[in-house]
């Protein structure tokens, strides 16, 4: 047992139904507990989906404890089959339903006979992966599922396209600025006249997954989810893939020299160049390049900085933090405790020590020992921020409904590097202007001491109902006091009871 | 869909496909109803992400709770469930020193059988910390049922009340919980004393169960005060330490139509007498609600009627707005039947009542005003469902259209993308709705989103959803 207010990743179905539900068509049961569809809500409110989430629960409750599922799962998957018509319903075991130990296998293999859909469980341990471990070992699942399936009907098509072509693999929903990402880089390889042949998972059909063969490579751009799937497809299929996340200028350039490669290596006699788009975008389209040259980044050098988050965007960071700002990165760690080897050679000279951990309190004492002058980091080290009274920019999920901005905000590619640019900058400003605030004592308002209407009071607030004001959470406390005393004014009342105050809520309607 | 105006309320089943918060929810209001209090929430990673997700910002603000992650050499019992949760206790004593720890049982411990109940009085004598169980889990209850399993829990520990062997420390033991609840000052406390003898001579003890915020708490109690009823205690106290006793001359009274556990806890195994009132939401059920405290006590209703009319006065506004619309309860916290009662004297016409579980003996006195309010305002029953089947109301949703659907946040934006008005039904249990000072805060709910959208409704883009969709979906 572990004593736990908080976690980065979550548990492993989450993962598993991110993948399932950002696919097109495809529909997700849980084998599940009442209550623990909660992922809908999430979807539905972060993402701000308008389509319903397609993830249902096939509910375990005390008759399924006492005597097994029985036809109840079946029956589920049926009656979806039928409802929805999915190309591919996804049972997901949950924690609870995993140490039920059913044979959950045994329920698909009946269900698909009687239903048009295709069926699959899930092949998660939930004690075992997390979150983004499921997700890369569904999406590879799904993958794997319908290239066989291609195969043994004699459909597969392995020839390639005609002109250069990528997948991009591993976009996914509830990602971390996926969706910006996805447009990024699909802008990017058309820069590099390079088509895009499928993106998988979000807004993929499972029915085409059995063109993914026919592209030249395929581009994984997060560490997180995606690279099992291309490790299948390369041991396979022979495909080539990159996985260098192409975040920040020199990561960037970097990962489009990894595509020329593949590309060139493909090609049979016209080979392709790209060190002069490399140089074009880097020096005048993005502005991140120039702007560490500026005079205001000038400033930033050597101020101390810690990084946390996953492994794709905390190793990034700080990568562009050290090399490109010449920021000192004081600490930099990730809870991806499954990929921390890759990790440490990732970040090794870039930063002062490395932290691997999935305890928040370990890297709020971190931060606190180290009193950096800006975080980046989760929505947890932002709040870790406002209690030491440090700026934090956030970088990667966990996140909250602001990070799932409704503007242009891609963290890859060219335009990515602009948007971590400011980020970083921002970040920094607001901890100097805070501090040269507090220097010159604060900014040259005179503070608006009262809105009440009564500057000289003939009220008295007697003393319960001054424990009830008390009570009323300090941001509204004000109003209520105002609108109590007007209230007390206009009907001719000196001394204030609790009676009065609600009187006076009713009366104004406060 | 027929819509057919039966004379009967109607009650249905379906297949509990719907979508709920999972019970351990509660832990978000009681810990910090209950000051004293520390949480420990038994379950998997699954838990824990539901509450940190769920309560969003508290997470942030030190809670009170925690969870006891259970790891795999839990499940398979290579580790001693008693040895670790000594330690976590341990832990939780020497760092936040609560006067309670509340153990919230959760599917996991139920499903590997953990003996939550066994273990709890051999620590609590080990720890010197009371240790109250509570089992809150999705296999059997749905979200507000959580604080129903909390409270009822939480009965077994209130001090017993002996009012014929020793009168006077009772009533004193009772104005010193009064006093905390009503906040009397120091100087007063000669004259409340006197008060409330008298007024003890007149009725048996009172103690309301359910847990609301202190300010609600206190609005209730003064409410009875005019009536001359007085509020021995509430079950749960702002403190662990302040908990009511109880005993065969308390009556009891429920605030909340969720508490049928707690309810029969405090009949069967505390013998105390239930009084079964309408809830008090919205003034008609508060007034209903007093009325009935004030029956059984055999006092007479003073000025309750104008009390209520003037309150009806005030919101003038806001029926104006709802009158003639129709509202669909999706069903999710069990507060709908009282809700929908509300809303039907509003002048709302009610298609459905989705609730989670029905209580109709806990519920009966709130079933009947039902039955009652549709027939004075002359509006057809609404077919009540139980364990509803959120994909089958969708499709019924689809034919009614509805002015506004009460549901939860999952199904919220599709249905909004879908031109139909939403409110979340969460936030009735989060806001202040009891009393008839808070009766505006309803309808200040309910007509949110008809009063966005009066100011959107002329830009004509109020399907949002792309056609193909649209098609296939009818």
Redesign the interface.
């Known amino acids: 047992?572990?004593?736990?207010?908080?976690?980065y990743a979550?548990?492993a179905?989450?993962g598993t139904l991110r993948v399932a539900s950002s696919f097109k068509n495809v529909h997700a049961i849980m084998h599940?507990?009442?209550?623990?569809?909660?992922f809908?809500?999430?979807r539905?409110?972060l993402e701000?989906?308008?389509?319903?989430?397609p993830v249902?629960?096939s509910?375990?409750?005390?008759h399924v404890?006492a005597r097994g599922s029985q036809e109840k799962v079946v029956d589920?998957i049926t009656r979806k089959d039928k409802?929805e018509r999915p190309d591919l319903i996804v049972l997901t075991p949950?924690?609870?339903s995993s140490?039920?130990q059913e044979d959950l296998q045994n329920f698909v293999d009946r269900a698909s006979t009687t239903s048009n859909s295709d069926v699959i469980l899930a092949d998660v341990n939930?004690?075992?992966v997390?979150e983004l471990q499921a997700a890369d070992r569904t999406l590879e699942q799904v993958v794997r599922y319908y290239l066989e399936k291609a195969r043994r009907q004699g459909t597969l098509d392995q020839s390639l396209t005609k002109e250069p072509s990528a997948n991009i693999i591993g976009i996914f929903t509830l990602g971390f600025h996926n969706q910006h990402d996805c447009r990024e880089l699909k802008r990017l390889l058309q820069d590099l006249n390079i088509k895009v042949n499928k993106v998988i998972p979000e807004g993929g059909s499972v029915t085409d997954l059995q063109s993914l063969p026919k592209a030249w490579f395929n581009l994984v751009p997060y560490r997180e989810i995606g690279l099992m799937t291309a490790i299948y497809l390369e041991k396979n299929f022979g495909m080539p893939y990159v996985s260098i996340t192409p975040m920040g200028i020199v990561d960037t350039a970097e990962c489009i020299r990894q595509i020329q490669k593949h590309v060139n290596n493909l090609l049979p006699n016209k080979k392709v160049d790209y060190e002069p788009y490399i140089d074009q975008q880097t020096r005048f389209v993005s502005q991140a390049a120039w702007f560490s040259r500026s005079i205001d980044c000038q400033n930033l050098t050597g101020k101390k900085a810690v990084v946390f988050g996953d492994a794709t965007h905390a190793a990034s960071i700080t990568r562009i933090l050290a090399r490109e700002m010449g920021i000192r990165v004081s600490c930099t760690g990730t809870y991806c405790k499954h990929d921390t080897e890759w990790f440490k050679e990732q970040v090794q000279g870039f930063c002062d020590e490395i932290l691997i951990t999935d305890d928040h309190t370990e890297v709020g004492d971190m931060i606190a020992r180290i009193e950096p002058s800006a975080i980046f980091g989760t929505q947890?080290e932002r709040?870790i921020g406002k209690r030491l009274d440090i700026p934090c920019g956030v970088i990667s999920s966990p996140v909250?409904i602001q990070n799932f901005p409704l503007g242009y905000r891609p963290f890859l590619g060219y335009e990515g590097t602009n948007q971590i640019a400011d980020l970083i900058y921002n970040s920094f400003t607001l901890g100097m202007e805070d501090h040269l605030l507090e220097i010159f004592g604060g900014h040259d308002t005179k503070e608006v001491i009262t809105k009440s209407l009564s500057t000289d009071t003939d009220l008295t607030w007697?003393?319960?109902s001054q424990?009830?004001l008390n009570?009323?959470p300090g941001f509204v406390r004000g109003k209520i006091k105002r609108n109590t005393e007007k209230f007390a004014r206009q009907n001719n009342i000196t001394t204030i009871t609790?009676?009065i105050m609600?009187a006076a809520?009713?009366?104004l309607?406060a | 869909m027929s819509n057919k105006i039966s004379e009967t309320l109607t009650f249905e089943c379906e297949t509990g496909n719907y979508h709920t918060f999972c019970p351990i929810s509660c832990v978000a209001w009681l810990y910090q109803k209950i000051e004293d209090s520390f949480f420990l929430v038994v379950g998997t990673k699954t838990c824990g992400y539901f509450l940190q997700n769920a309560l969003g910002v508290m997470i942030f603000a030190e809670p009170r709770y925690a969870m006891a992650e259970l790891e795999e050499g839990d499940i398979s019992a290579q580790l001693n469930d008693y040895k670790e949760l000594k330690r976590l206790c341990l832990q939780i004593k020497k760092d936040r020193n609560p006067s309670v720890i509340i153990w919230i049982g959760t599917c996991t411990t139920e499903i590997i059988k953990m003996d939550l109940e066994g273990m709890a009085p051999k620590l609590e004598n080990e720890l010197g910390i009371p240790i109250v169980v509570a089992r809150a889990n999705g296999l059997d209850y749905a979200f507000t049922q959580g604080e129903d399993t909390v409270l009822a829990a939480m009965a077994h520990r209130c001090p017993e009340q002996n009012i014929l062997l020793d009168n006077k420390k009772v009533i004193q033991q009772d104005s010193a919980i009064q006093d905390f609840f009503s906040f009397l000052s120091l100087e007063k406390k000669e004259e409340t004393t006197n008060k409330s003898l008298i007024n003890l001579k007149k009725h048996a003890p009172l103690v309301l169960f359910g847990s609301l915020p202190s300010t609600v708490a206190s609005q209730l109690s003064s409410e009875l005060k005019r009536q001359s009823v007085q509020v021995s205690g509430w079950l749960p106290a702002q403190r662990y330490t302040d908990l009511p006793s109880l005993g065969d001359q308390v009556y009891v009274c429920g605030v909340n139509p969720f508490l049928s556990r707690t309810a029969t806890t405090l009949m069967r195994r505390r013998k105390c007498k239930l009084i079964g009132a309408p809830f008090p939401i919205g003034p008609d059920g508060t007034r209903a609600w007093i009325e009935k405290i004030c029956s059984v006590f055999n006092i007479k209703t003073k000025d309750l009627e104008q009390r209520e009319q003037q309150i009806w006065e005030n919101l003038k506004d806001y029926l104006d707005l709802v009158r003639g619309k129709s509202v669909f309860f999706m069903g999710d916290n069990l507060l709908e039947i009282s809700l929908a009662r509300f809303l039907i004297r509003c002048g709302m016409i009610v298609y459905e009542i989705g609730i989670p579980y029905l209580d109709k003996r806990y519920q009966a006195a709130e079933l009947l005003f039902l039955q009652n309010t549709c027939k004075s305002m002359g509006i057809p029953m609404p077919r009540i469902v139980e364990k509803p089947d959120n994909y089958n109301q969708i499709q019924r949703m689809r034919e009614l259209q509805p002015d506004l659907a009460i549901t939860g946040m999952a199904h919220a934006n599709p249905l909004e993308a879908r031109g139909i008005n939403t409110k979340w039904s969460v936030e009735f249990t989060f806001a202040q709705i009891h009393g008839f000072t808070n009766a505006r805060d309803v309808l200040e709910l309910v007509t949110r989103p008809l009063r966005r959208n009066n100011n959107l409704e002329n830009l004509g883009w109020n399907d949002l959803t792309k056609k193909e969709k649209q098609i296939k979906l009818n």
């Open positions: 047992m572990k004593l736990a207010y908080w976690m979550g548990p179905h989450i599940a507990p009442l209550g623990d569809d909660y809908n809500v999430m539905s409110m701000r989906e308008r389509d319903f989430t249902t629960a509910i375990v409750d005390r404890l589920n409802e949950t924690c609870t140490i039920l939930h004690y075992r997390n947890m709040h909250h007697n003393y319960e424990l009830e009570k009323i609790v009676e609600y809520k009713e009366a309607s």
